[in-house]
């Protein structure tokens, strides 16, 4: 009913900032989110829990463009692909298995 807001921490470190969170085009359960200091995580349960999802790629830290956050992830149209922009070690992409 959105009368009040749930912390959904479980799993993440507080000492950083957060920078985008993408729901899932075809399962709302799963969530994308970069954090300044772990990357990209994936929560499967709505946020009750998250892990690490940076598994292939070489520093995982997020672009970002001083104060101004930059869109570092992106969900291609088909939902088929997550795409991460890093700091200094290129863009990387990844395929969601359905």
């Known amino acids: 009913g959105g009368l009040y807001w749930k912390e959904i921490m479980n799993g993440l470190s507080r ?34 829990s998250w892990s690490s999802w940076n598994e292939g790629m070489v520093n995982p830290v997020p672009a970002t463009n001083g104060n101004n956050v930059t869109r570092c992830l992106a969900l291609s149209a088909d939902g088929s692909t997550l795409y991460f922009g890093s700091f200094k070690s290129g863009v990387f992409r990844r395929k969601i298995s359905k």
């Open 15 to 48: 000492d950083q900032e957060f920078y985008e969170i993408i729901v899932d085009k075809y399962d709302q359960n799963i969530l994308y989110l970069a954090a300044e200091r772990e990357g990209v995580m994936i929560s499967r349960d709505g946020g009750k």
